[in-house]
């Protein structure tokens, strides 16, 4: 059984940020990934890019409005606004480097429950209780779609690799914000009728 001041669930932007902070304190924590660092941007479709553009201009000091550690910018990283999944998940990889950020890859989250002295956190790797606990598993890859009546005529966004390639000329995206703007933006270069709701 391990004892940790801080466990930090997911290896994407929240987990390495949060990670960043603490690895500049006595603070003991672990990230637990039950992958690879930025997967989720890994499983983004090639053509999707992020709509917030990476520029240094904010109000919090940040370098980079895309930014999740001081001193560090994806934009200057790779000299573009816009970053897709990839270019995004190479990032986060350099900001674990830059922190030396030890991360235990491959740690499936089976249940969390509250014990006297914080949470404890039962891994396919085993269990572990900390004092605190930072859920930061992203959920992109993990839509919860079921209970929607018509569920039979949809696709969720993390299904689709290559938008261009869905069969039919009219659709409907519901949300509005990175996934359904992106996607929309994809389709209708293809020509396809787009209502975005």
Same mark, same amino acid.
Not at 154 to 183: A, T
């Given at each position: 059984?391990?004892?940790?001041?801080?466990?930090?669930?997911?290896?994407?932007?929240?987990?390495?940020?949060?990670?960043?902070?603490?690895?500049?304190?006595?603070?003991?924590?672990?990230?637990?990934?039950?992958?690879?660092?930025?997967?989720?941007?890994?499983?983004?479709?090639?053509?999707?890019?992020?709509?917030?553009?990476?520029?240094?201009?904010?109000?919090?000091?940040?370098?980079?409005?895309?930014?999740?550690?001081?001193?560090?910018?994806?934009?200057?990283?790779?000299?573009? @606004? &816009?970053?897709?999944?990839?270019?995004?998940? /190479?990032?986060?990889?350099?900001?674990?480097?830059? %922190?030396? $950020?030890? #991360?235990?890859?491959?740690?499936?989250?089976?249940?969390?429950?509250?014990?006297?002295?914080?949470?404890?956190?039962?891994?396919?790797?085993?269990?572990?209780?900390?004092?605190?606990?930072?859920?930061?598993?992203?959920?992109?890859?993990?839509?919860?779609?079921?209970?929607?009546?018509?569920? @039979? &005529?949809?696709?969720?966004?993390?299904?689709? /690799?290559?938008?261009?390639?869905?069969?039919?000329? %009219?659709? $409907?995206? #519901?949300?509005?914000?990175?996934?359904?703007?992106?996607?929309?933006?994809?389709?209708?270069?293809?020509?396809?009728?787009?209502?975005?709701?």
């Amino acid at each position: 059984m391990k004892f940790v001041n801080v466990a930090i669930v997911g290896a994407g932007p929240a987990g390495i940020g949060i990670a960043s902070l603490l690895s500049k304190t006595d603070i003991d924590y672990i990230v637990l990934e039950k992958s690879n660092v930025g997967s989720s941007f890994l499983e983004w479709p090639d053509n999707m890019e992020m709509i917030t553009p990476s520029f240094p201009s904010n109000a919090f000091g940040q370098m980079d409005l895309n930014s999740i550690a001081p001193y560090t910018s994806p934009a200057f990283s790779f000299k573009k @606004e &816009h970053l897709s999944g990839k270019e995004y998940a /190479k990032y986060l990889k350099k900001v674990k480097i830059l %922190n030396k $950020i030890d #991360i235990e890859t491959n740690a499936e989250v089976k249940n969390v429950k509250k014990v006297e002295k914080g949470w404890m956190i039962e891994t396919n790797k085993g269990n572990l209780i900390c004092k605190y606990l930072v859920w930061a598993a992203g959920e992109f890859q993990n839509p919860k779609i079921t209970g929607i009546k018509g569920l @039979e &005529h949809c696709i969720h966004s993390s299904s689709i /690799k290559e938008p261009n390639n869905l069969n039919g000329d %009219n659709f $409907i995206i #519901i949300g509005g914000y990175e996934s359904g703007v992106q996607m929309a933006i994809e389709m209708v270069k293809h020509n396809k009728n787009v209502t975005l709701i």
